[in-house]
């Protein structure tokens, strides 16, 4: 095992995962604010705290006079093709969902702290006693291809999303709690009762209840919006493949699609529509390009932005023709325990009391037996540290008292032998209780030379406490068949890999709730629910009460430890010295830094 770790983890490179894991809303793109100080990026670059853990500038402003107009590119960071699905409401991964946002722009602009303002297209006012919001559109605004976009829009996105054929994973969320959303869905009635249409500029959304995240970025209102005129008449059954989804997309954002290589590349010119006015540069070519070869491409002065592999963070930290600025990231690693699987009749996860996992003492065994703080260290140079929580530390919500899965086999051998799972015929392996064979079924995603290096490490570490662990498929798992075999509940799945990339809305119920696909360890119980309720309750508006709310979920989550959160992440970004300003965290005070006023000031990329 150790062999494993000092051999293979410093030079494994690893899919970067969380590129392609949506968050609910896509909101943790790396380009939805883009890159002050000069040159100043790179004197950061390479610095640590003293913890280890590597410190970054998060803004870029490069020397030189901005030139009129010029072609961006920009490096998708995948080792697999995209999917091509470019709908707000239906894309499934980051790597689409990166493109989508040069096609479709939010309605509401966030600030620096991701709440909601009216400085962008549509403007909103909540009444938190009557548990209304109205929304307000401009007169004159316009889609991509000219056509007006007004309230109906925002309307039928809605009623699309919660339409009961909707084959997206975004129902119940943002929809589900406006009145009279459950009722349409279930085919019960024709419309949102809870929707009211004032005229063509105006709608009030009238809510069950008032969630408190309602004015932040992911929260219960729905900030992007779909063309009416295109998809009202495209069946349900057909809306992920049509072309409107695809090559003729129609979209609000500053840039449209001109032409496409179907999962590998995508041209997109300005947007003569947009509603802030015509963007800064003329196109922007986005390309597919592999972990193991970004930086050469990048140092080659291929492209102009990329995210970067964390675990070749040495080969590029002092890059002469490129800044590398980051951000702690809106996410987490983890390992997921299939516990039960969804039910389509109900519209609901279903805990499946027989499943392999579902021993609470077998899962904090798997977890005490993971040392995650060696992996960090001497795998991603400080790009990456252990976790305790299923919030990230970048949320104020995040409870740095939750307690952590250290590594501990010792007391891992303890909890399986208070379980009964003792080898109990000299194998080395241990039997379950009833005294069967004990086979437990990992999988986890492939990409990257040194994949399968990782993955053995970690069937290692679970066998040295005596637990017999298979790779489903026997290797990782490509990108897609991996996430396909976890969200329809493959038999041969008990224990998965991933990565989540939580939005901007720290509330879990999304991607943990009963009722939430994306919910795939598919636990479920009464406590956990009402714990999921109160963080979005009217008791929460209090900060108090909302911040107790979240250290209680995050400590019962810890106990039950159906999701064990392994490491957090800083997002890395490389930029390209042609590229005038990009900043990583701005809000809706810095508008440079936004999409449509990204400027170069030479003609091609800087080469080395």
């Given at each position: ?213 309602i004015e932040i970025s992911g929260g219960d209102l729905l900030s992007y919006v ?383």
């Open positions: 095992m150790q062999e494993i770790l000092r051999k293979g983890l410093e030079e494994m490179i690893m899919k970067e995962a969380l590129k392609k894991v949506l968050p609910l809303v896509g909101s943790v793109a790396m380009l939805a604010a883009c890159g002050n100080g000069g040159n100043k990026a790179n004197k950061e670059a390479g610095k640590t705290d003293h913890n280890g853990v590597a410190k970054f500038n998060m803004k870029v402003e490069h020397e030189g006079k901005p030139i009129k107009g010029g072609e961006l590119r920009y490096a998708l960071v995948s080792d697999d093709p995209i999917k091509g699905l470019f709908n707000p409401a239906l894309c499934q991964d980051q790597s689409d969902q990166d493109v989508v946002n040069f096609m479709f722009d939010d309605i509401f602009i966030v600030d620096s702290n991701n709440h909601l303002t009216n400085d962008g297209l549509a403007k909103y006012k909540v009444d938190k006693d009557a548990r209304t919001v109205t929304v307000t559109f401009p007169k004159g605004a316009k889609w991509s291809d000219g056509q007006p976009l007004t309230v109906d829009d925002y309307i039928f996105t809605h009623e699309f999303i919660a339409n009961k054929d909707y084959p997206g994973v975004r129902y119940p969320s943002s929809v589900g709690p406006l009145v009279g959303a459950e009722e349409y869905h279930s085919g019960k009635a024709a419309n949102i009762s809870g929707i009211e249409k004032k005229d063509d500029q105006t709608v009030v959304l009238h809510y069950k209840q008032m969630n408190p995240s779909i063309p009416k005129h295109v998809y009202e008449n495209i069946p349900m059954n057909k809306v992920m493949s049509h072309d409107a989804s695809r090559k003729n997309v129609v979209g609000n954002g500053p840039f449209k699609i001109e032409s496409l290589i179907p999962g590998e590349s995508v041209t997109l010119v300005a947007n003569e529509n947009f509603y802030k006015g015509r963007p800064k540069v003329d196109k922007i070519t986005i390309d597919v390009v592999s972990s193991k070869n970004i930086i050469s491409e990048m140092k080659n002065g291929n492209y102009d932005i990329a995210g970067m592999p964390a675990d070749q963070y040495d080969a590029y930290k002092d890059a002469a023709n490129f800044s590398v600025i980051g951000k702690p990231a809106y996410s987490y690693s983890y390992i997921g325990f299939k516990l039960g699987k969804w039910s389509n009749e109900k519209g609901a996860n279903v805990m499946d009391p027989n499943a392999k996992m579902n021993n609470k003492k077998l899962r904090q065994a798997m977890a005490y037996a993971l040392d995650n703080d060696q992996i960090a260290k001497k795998f991603y140079k400080g790009t990456r540290f252990s976790a305790n929580s299923l919030i990230p530390p970048v949320f104020k919500e995040y409870n740095k008292d939750t307690p952590e899965y250290n590594y501990n086999p010792k007391k891992a051998k303890k909890l399986l032998d208070e379980a009964g799972y003792k080898d109990k015929d000299g194998d080395g392996f241990r039997e379950d209780p009833n005294g069967k064979p004990l086979v437990i079924k990992y999988a986890t995603m492939a990409g990257g030379q040194n994949d399968q290096t990782l993955a053995l490490a970690y069937v290692q570490f679970w066998e040295k406490i005596g637990l017999k662990v298979e790779l489903t498929t026997g290797r990782p798992i490509e990108f897609q068949a991996f996430y396909d075999k976890v969200e329809h509940d493959d038999p041969e799945i008990d224990v998965y890999s991933a990565a989540w990339g939580t939005g901007t809305d720290p509330d879990p119920s999304g991607l943990y709730g009963e009722h939430e696909k994306f919910n795939m360890t598919r636990y479920v119980s009464d406590e956990h629910t009402a714990l999921l309720k109160d963080i979005s309750s009217d008791k929460s508006f209090d900060e108090a009460h909302r911040k107790a709310a979240f250290d209680k979920w995050q400590n019962f989550a810890h106990e039950e430890a159906f999701a064990i959160p392994t490491l957090y992440r800083t997002g890395i970004t490389a930029v390209n010295k042609r590229v005038k300003y990009y900043d990583l965290v701005s809000g809706s005070e810095d508008t440079k830094a936004r999409l449509y006023n990204l400027q170069l000031t030479q003609s091609k990329p800087v080469g080395e």
